[in-house]
């Protein structure tokens, strides 16, 4: 804020040649302004004008040329104005009287100012410090990395302090001869070190030893220790994430486990009792061999998860045919032929796909549709399409169920891992994890999975698989599929010219 | 099979289980009525009513303490609950809404074909019968005595009755909570370390040294007297 007469007392006065044109400029003013004045009062009084040059003077200056002023002035009242007048002589002895009181006054008026230019001066740097450390405080302190935050802190310390540069280090640093270090501790602990240029003046040497370096070192030890319980926030965030996923698995398993090797020891226990009929051993042995699949696709699936969620399911791509790897994928599923009906287009494109990881996919999906089906056959169908834009196009399976369907807020839901539609009639069997694997692995290879369901009248899982040029042609079976430099083209269709080399 | 073969409900979801079962325990004597739903274990009950039930906690359209609890509103019939939970919670659940004793998934046919008949013969047996007597300790419910290997035990009121009930329902696994509410009474169901202090002593008092023969812990749910 502009104060009026802010020059005065400032800690930084203009120049001392100006202070010395002034202090004659304004002793020459009053000399004449005592001119008209003789007239009213007595000369030896007016002396007191003078202390108006001397006192603005050293409030502005400082002291000594406030006492120069003061000597200036005495010698021109005593040469202009007091009797005789034109000499430096004086002639009556209430003159000298005058003359010396005005000394005087003239002298300890200066040296009241300087005193006082000095509080100001003071208290000027207080402010800039409070002001340096809450805004040190606000960088330290509110960032997201202290680390990041120390440059700029840094160079506002050296800003504030005149100093051409200072760094905050978070080691131990020895000063040498282009650099003064000052250890930054807490207690006994080494927190870091405030290094400034050698040529640094020693007055602010003192200041920063005295002044700011206690101030940084509290500072910068609540922002160690807020970085530090940050560090511990998130890690325990991350580790509550992987309880609650451990949990969930512990649930999965024990559930899905205990079931089908629940059936498996009953049916093994029951096929050792007498008076069994062939038709009934021969319905226990299915029992033990359909759990011990579901068991192994249990096993499968954690070990699937376990690799997708370490990022270890790199693909391994080969031309596949999708019909192949769906007829596959029902292989496993084992069960009734009625259990399904296929419409697959004849001579569809092959994609550019890891086949197991498309197995595992499709196994899921159909799994959850058998399962979800209510003894109602399961529809797959897969045909290719053209993409609008002229791409490549791309291959859909659509696996379709005349379940329960899905309610929209639970569509996306069903892909987290451990999530089970908890709908009535829609039974327990699933882990959980067996869609969130299917999307895994059609990511994996470029594709897409999502659901369309409207309640009460099925779900529809939909694959979109990528079409890739060099097969929109047929006769692309006897392509090799290890050729070493086999690189897929961009996996979504009219995306962008493309990569190859 | 014999046409009064006891009937057994039987209450899973999982086809496979069940389709074993059937065989297990038609051989054991038994003659199973499965139901895959809690709908369906309800409706079936209530058109032949069976003499046991075996139920599995996880159902496809609710759970099993529901069709437990369903079950005793009209029937005193046994009823078994098949945890694969391995959930201490759920087996209280499924106890206080009346079963009388679980077994957990994978089980061993024997021990289910072994609890079943125990549950039945309790259930047949009645309720009064002041005088139990097995293996060295012989328990007078009319007169209030307890005597070991025909030595006479003095044992306090509230250990008498702790005895009196666990005895009452022998075989039957009986809850903390149920334990605390016959003896102490239903505002105290929750002070679960006097009545590990008063089993403590009981024990003392009346079973042989070692591992306990009569009054055994199951560990997390209650107590049961076995015989």
């Known amino acids: 804020m502009p104060r009026p007469f802010g020059f005065l007392l400032s800690p930084d006065p203009p120049p001392k040649r100006v202070g010395v044109v002034v202090a004659v400029a304004l002793v020459g003013a009053c000399t004449l302004i005592v001119y008209p004045l003789k007239q009213i009062a007595p000369v030896v009084s007016l002396g007191v004008v003078y202390l108006l040059a001397v ?62 230019r000095g509080r100001a001066r003071e208290a000027e740097e207080r402010r800039r410090e409070a002001d340096l450390a809450a805004e040190m405080a606000r960088l330290l302190l509110r960032g997201n990395s202290l680390r990041e935050a120390l440059p700029t802190a840094a160079a506002r310390l050296a800003h504030a302090l005149e100093l051409p540069s200072a760094a905050i280090e978070l080691e131990a640093v020895e000063g040498d001869e282009r650099h003064v270090a000052f250890a930054l501790r807490e207690g006994a602990s080494r927190l870091g070190t405030l290094v400034v240029p050698a040529g640094t003046p020693e007055r602010d040497l003192r200041r920063l030893q005295e002044r700011v370096v206690p101030a940084l070192e509290a500072l910068l030890s609540a922002a160690l220790e807020r970085e530090g319980l940050q560090g511990e926030v998130v890690e325990t965030a991350a580790l509550r994430r992987a309880d609650v996923v451990k949990t969930a698995l512990l649930r999965a398993v024990s559930h899905d486990l205990r079931s ?45 998860l376990s690799r997708l969620q370490a990022g270890a399911a790199e693909p391994r791509r080969e031309w596949t045919s999708i019909e192949e790897v769906v ?36 196994v899921n999906v159909l799994e959850n549709a ?66 969130a694997i299917a999307r895994g692995f059609t990511e994996a290879n470029g594709g897409e999975l999502h659901v ?20 929109a042609e047929p006769g692309w079976d006897e392509r090799p599929a290890d050729a070493p430099d086999e690189r897929p083209a961009q996996p979504r269709a009219g995306a962008g010219p493309d990569r190859e080399a | 099979m014999s046409p009064d073969a006891p009937r057994i409900l039987v209450v899973d979801d999982e086809r496979q289980i069940l389709r074993a079962l059937k065989v297990v325990l038609r051989e054991a004597g038994f003659e199973v009525v499965p139901a895959e739903t809690a709908s369906e274990a309800l409706d079936r009950a209530a058109v032949r009513p069976p003499q046991a039930a075996i139920v599995d906690l996880v159902l496809p359209d609710g759970d099993g303490v529901e069709v437990t609890r369903e079950l005793r509103k009209w029937s005193e019939m046994p009823i078994l609950v098949l945890s694969a939970v391995g959930d201490e919670d759920q087996k209280v659940r499924a106890l206080e809404a009346g079963a009388d004793d679980y077994v957990t998934k ?84 929750d002070d679960i370390q006097p009545l590990r202090t008063h089993i403590a002593r009981l024990r003392a008092k009346i079973e042989p040294e070692g591992r306990p023969r009569y009054i055994v812990t199951d560990p997390g749910v209650g107590y049961r007297f076995s015989f």
């Open chain 1, 55 to 116: 006192l603005l003077v050293s409030a502005t200056w400082g002291a000594w040329l406030g006492l120069a002023t003061a000597l200036l002035s005495a010698l021109a009242f005593n040469f202009f104005h007091l009797p005789p007048v034109g000499n430096l002589t004086i002639s009556d002895s209430s003159n000298w009287v005058a003359l010396v009181a005005f000394v005087v006054a003239a002298g300890l008026a200066s040296s009241v100012a300087e005193v006082t």
């Open chain 1, 260 to 304: 089908p090797l629940t059936a498996i020891a009953t049916a093994g226990e029951a096929l050792s009792l007498d008076g069994l009929e062939p038709q009934e051993r021969w319905e226990l042995a299915g029992v033990i061999l359909e759990e011990t699949r579901r068991l192994a696709r249990l096993v499968d699936n954690l070990l699937d």
């Open chain 1, 327 to 362: 007829r596959a994928a029902l292989d496993e599923l084992g069960g009734r032929e009625s259990e399904w009906t296929l419409s697959i287009d004849r001579e569809l494109p092959l994609v550019l796909a890891d086949p197991t990881q498309l197995e595992r996919a499709i």
């Open chain 1, 370 to 435: 058998r399962r979800h089906s209510g003894g109602h056959p399961v529809s797959v169908r897969a045909r290719a399409v053209r993409s609008i834009g002229g791409g490549e196009g791309k291959l859909i399976v659509r696996v379709v169920d005349r379940g329960p369907g899905i309610p929209p807020a639970q569509l996306e839901r069903v892909f987290e891992p451990f999530y089970r539609a908890g709908t009535a009639g829609g039974g327990h069997r699933g882990s959980g994890l067996g869609l």
């Open chain 1, 452 to 471: 369309e369901s409207l309640p009460g009248q099925g779900a529809t899982f939909v694959f979109e698989l990528p079409l890739v040029s060099a097969q």
């Open chain 2, 106 to 189: 994978p089980f061993g046919t024997r021990e289910l074909v072994a609890r079943l008949q125990a549950a039945l013969r309790r259930a047949g047996r009645g309720s009064e019968e002041p005088v139990l007597a097995v293996e060295g300790l012989e328990v007078d419910l009319a007169a209030r005595t307890v005597r070991r290997d025909g030595e006479p035990v003095h044992l306090t009121p509230i250990e008498f009755d702790l005895l009196r009930v666990l005895v009452r329902n022998r075989g039957r696994l009986m809850t903390h909570r149920a334990l605390l509410s016959e003896v102490w009474g239903p505002e105290y169901v």
